[in-house]
């Protein structure tokens, strides 16, 4: 493939999410806001449009419309959490008076109604924390509603396969442990505090941990029970990431007493994803919402690689993950799209590596991705791009093959 073919350019990727939107008056607005600080109108995230609203109040008390709008169309109302400690901005549509379950209104908005249990709001600590952790939970949440997963609250929509979140404080002499288990988050709300992760993440050489980087990690975990074990992706998942029957508990226990596979560098995106091949794939999961989600917003800012034009020697076929059996031309826009975007994002993370140094700060994306890492994260866009097209997971009888060295 030549250059002409894989143009490097960020314009060419459609944002899922305007992460970046502009208020009724024209003042630019983000994601986290709900006020403009131009002209003081209400703002509110609606997650089933990816788009950030302008409201303005109606005569009935509590319900929004879409600034400007004289047509009487659609009313919002803010999440009941607005007024909490998560302060969340995001809205709920009103259903309309003859709507089946007509006065059966939801309080809260589709990312706070999967809170299973929160920490005690009136612990002055603990609600400083709980803001922090829906700040990341909500930017999660948005991602995975726009990528057409399935996000439904185990605690009122589907308790048997939904999502939900435990956002725990430790209580002495029991710590909380992070971690994944039957669609529940557990998050320890203390990773919200700067400085007790920043001690735990030089502690393990970790060259990032952050609470965004937590919880797309556990939803990758969640995600791989939830859509890809016992599916066609299930055996090309195991040729590529490991055999994850493996023992894991004792994986991780070897990961921690001895440190990662030496090869580690060749084969993941991450030290500790070479621990077992559920943290391979939770690690190569939770970094492929870290590209999508940047590059979103970097679209919505007017970033364009073009201008920039600083990667020389764009990556080619021979990072793809490929199948036998499959029709190319069905499969060759996918993977030209991915070729897109990945070496959008190898230019776009070399400039504001730059920006961070200019500030003094440690780099701002400090990994060097293998061959193989790359691959990985192909099968990663390609198992989400199926799912969210409706198209049948894998050819019938395929076979995979991957452009790369075995796993060692």
Same mark, same amino acid.
């Given at each position: 493939?030549?250059?002409?073919?894989?143009?490097?350019?960020?314009?060419?990727?459609?944002?899922?999410?305007?992460?970046?939107?502009?208020?009724?008056?024209?003042?630019?607005?983000?994601?986290?806001?709900?006020?403009?600080?131009?002209?003081?109108?209400?703002?509110?995230?609606?997650?089933?449009?990816?788009?950030?609203?302008?409201?303005?109040?109606?005569?009935?008390?509590?319900?929004?419309? /879409?600034?400007?709008?004289?047509?009487?169309?659609?009313?919002?109302?803010?999440?009941?959490?607005?007024?909490?400690?998560?302060?969340?901005?995001?809205?709920?549509?009103?259903?309309?008076?003859? %709507?089946?379950?007509?006065?059966?209104?939801?309080?809260?908005?589709?990312?706070?109604? @999967?809170?299973?249990?929160?920490?005690?709001?009136?612990?002055?600590?603990?609600?400083?924390?709980?803001?922090?952790?829906?700040?990341?939970?909500?930017?999660?949440?948005?991602?995975?509603?726009?990528?057409?997963?399935?996000?439904?609250?185990?605690?009122?929509?589907?308790?048997?396969?939904?999502?939900?979140?435990? @956002?725990?404080?430790?209580?002495?002499?029991?710590?909380?442990?992070?971690?994944?288990?039957?669609?529940?988050?557990?998050?320890?709300?203390?990773?919200?505090?700067?400085?007790?992760? +920043?001690?735990?993440?030089?502690? @393990?050489?970790?060259?990032?941990?952050?609470?965004?980087?937590?919880?797309?990690? +556990?939803?990758?975990?969640?995600?791989?029970?939830?859509?890809?074990?016992?599916?066609?992706?299930?055996?090309?998942?195991?040729? /590529?990431?490991?055999?994850?029957?493996?023992?894991?508990?004792?994986?991780?226990?070897?990961?921690?007493? =001895?440190?990662?596979?030496?090869?580690?560098?060749? =084969?993941?995106?991450? %030290?500790?994803?070479?621990?077992?091949?559920?943290?391979?794939?939770?690690?190569?999961?939770?970094?492929?919402?870290?590209?999508?989600?940047?590059?979103?917003? %970097?679209?919505?800012?007017?970033?364009?690689?073009?201008?920039?034009?600083?990667?020389?020697?764009?990556?080619?076929?021979?990072?793809?993950?490929?199948?036998?059996?499959?029709?190319?031309?069905?499969?060759?826009?996918?993977?030209?799209?991915?070729?897109?975007?990945?070496?959008?994002?190898?230019?776009?993370?070399?400039?504001?590596?730059?920006?961070?140094?200019?500030?003094?700060?440690?780099?701002?994306?400090?990994?060097?991705?293998?061959?193989? %890492?790359?691959?990985?994260?192909?099968?990663?866009?390609?198992?989400?791009?199926?799912?969210?097209?409706?198209?049948?997971?894998?050819?019938?009888?395929?076979?995979?093959?991957?452009?790369?060295?075995?796993?060692?």
């Amino acid at each position: 493939m030549d250059g002409d073919t894989a143009i490097n350019t960020v314009r060419r990727w459609q944002p899922l999410i305007h992460r970046i939107g502009k208020c009724h008056c024209g003042y630019a607005v983000f994601f986290r806001n709900y006020l403009c600080l131009h002209c003081g109108r209400a703002l509110g995230y609606e997650p089933d449009h990816a788009t950030i609203l302008a409201l303005e109040p109606v005569a009935e008390e509590g319900l929004w419309q /879409l600034a400007g709008d004289t047509a009487k169309g659609p009313l919002y109302r803010r999440c009941a959490n607005f007024d909490q400690a998560p302060q969340c901005n995001w809205v709920i549509a009103q259903l309309p008076t003859n %709507a089946e379950g007509a006065g059966e209104q939801p309080a809260l908005c589709r990312c706070c109604r @999967l809170n299973r249990m929160v920490p005690d709001p009136s612990v002055a600590e603990n609600a400083v924390l709980w803001h922090k952790v829906e700040l990341a939970k909500r930017r999660l949440v948005s991602s995975l509603i726009a990528m057409g997963l399935p996000v439904a609250s185990r605690i009122a929509e589907d308790p048997q396969q939904g999502l939900a979140f435990d @956002l725990l404080a430790d209580v002495e002499p029991i710590p909380v442990s992070t971690g994944h288990q039957q669609g529940i988050i557990t998050l320890n709300i203390n990773e919200a505090d700067d400085a007790a992760r +920043e001690a735990i993440r030089t502690a @393990l050489h970790e060259p990032y941990r952050t609470l965004l980087g937590h919880v797309r990690h +556990e939803s990758g975990h969640y995600y791989w029970s939830r859509l890809l074990e016992g599916s066609r992706w299930h055996q090309p998942f195991r040729s /590529l990431f490991g055999d994850e029957q493996q023992d894991y508990g004792a994986a991780l226990q070897h990961h921690y007493a =001895n440190g990662p596979d030496p090869l580690w560098t060749e =084969n993941c995106v991450s %030290a500790y994803a070479s621990a077992h091949p559920w943290e391979d794939w939770a690690e190569t999961w939770a970094h492929y919402l870290h590209m999508v989600d940047t590059l979103d917003t %970097a679209i919505g800012s007017g970033m364009d690689s073009e201008q920039v034009d600083l990667l020389k020697d764009p990556f080619g076929e021979e990072v793809l993950y490929r199948m036998e059996g499959e029709p190319g031309g069905a499969t060759e826009q996918v993977d030209y799209a991915f070729l897109t975007f990945f070496n959008a994002w190898a230019g776009l993370t070399s400039v504001l590596n730059e920006f961070s140094l200019g500030m003094g700060l440690p780099d701002f994306y400090p990994f060097v991705l293998s061959q193989r %890492a790359i691959t990985k994260l192909h099968f990663v866009h390609r198992f989400i791009q199926a799912h969210r097209s409706g198209a049948p997971a894998l050819p019938q009888n395929s076979r995979e093959t991957v452009n790369s060295e075995p796993l060692r």
